[in-house]
């Protein structure tokens, strides 16, 4: 077990339709990271946010947004959702951003659009 | 830009041998930290092992030793004593000093199938 707590594990829904994921850290961790998994992207970053605020932004697309409560635990929203966006959405968190730092990745969400 | 590229799609182990999973990475970064990550079929991402691009010696964990090559800027995972519990997919990855200290970016992943 990680420490890194993501609901739900599963997600069916339809096109156009918006969904919010959401990820508790491990405690103490300060920083969140986003990723894709898709079988024709492979592992791709979205965001960071570290104690509460934005630090950097990947390949995220303008209909997803995400924010890091006060509690540190952050929320992933999909909007406007397409069969494209199917695909494994993991957080991870780390305590320190290092070169060392190992991020610990929750156990991920599995959407599917339909 | 960093690049990781994993260049066997799968591979075939018998149980019991050692079996080489091979990563390259591309930074023009001195600093730089590499990771290796285990994803089995249940789909959750397993921290295996580290080497920071300063560190003189091979990193090890257990079973698992990294080959790192800085020259040829490479880091190979080595698996000893292969077990059926092995099988699953790894993914190299790297953090660099880039715009995100602590982003990782992740190869294409290699398919791993351990055989009795």
């Known amino acids: 077990d990680s420490g890194v707590t993501q609901t739900p594990k599963h997600l069916i829904t339809a096109t156009g339709q918006r969904v919010t994921l959401r990820c508790s850290p491990r405690?103490?961790?300060?920083?969140v990271y986003w990723y894709q998994q898709s079988l024709d992207q492979g592992l791709q970053f979205l965001i960071h946010?570290?104690?509460?605020?934005?630090?950097a932004k990947g390949n995220i697309l303008e209909r997803f947004s995400a924010q890091q409560f006060p509690d540190l635990h952050s929320e992933l929203n999909l909007s406007s959702l397409e069969l494209g966006d199917s695909a494994l959405y993991f957080c991870?968190?780390?305590?320190?951003?290092?070169?060392?730092?190992?991020?610990?990745f929750g156990q991920g969400t599995r959407l599917t659009v339909v | 830009a960093q690049k990781i590229t994993q260049t066997q799609p799968g591979m075939f182990v018998q149980e019991k041998e050692a079996v080489t999973l091979d990563c390259t990475y591309d930074?023009?970064?001195?600093?730089?930290?590499l990771f290796w990550y285990k994803q089995p079929s249940s789909g959750e991402m397993i921290f295996l092992i580290y080497?920071?691009?300063?560190?003189?010696q091979n990193a090890t964990e257990g079973r698992y030793s990294l080959n790192f090559q800085k020259a040829r800027k490479s880091a190979n995972l080595v698996i000893s004593a292969s077990q059926l519990g092995d099988s699953a997919m790894y993914f190299c990855?790297?953090?660099?000093?880039?715009?995100?200290?602590?982003?990782?970016?992740f190869g294409r992943g290699t398919q791993l199938t351990v055989w009795p």
């Open positions: 991870a968190s780390s305590a320190e951003d290092t070169l060392m730092g190992e991020a610990f």
């Open positions: 405690s103490g961790d300060l920083s």
């Open positions: 946010y570290y104690n509460g605020e934005e630090r």
């Open positions: 930074t023009s970064d001195q600093s730089y930290g």
């Open positions: 080497q920071g691009s300063y560190d003189e």
């Open positions: 990855a790297m953090k660099n000093r880039g715009s995100t200290l602590g982003r990782l970016y």
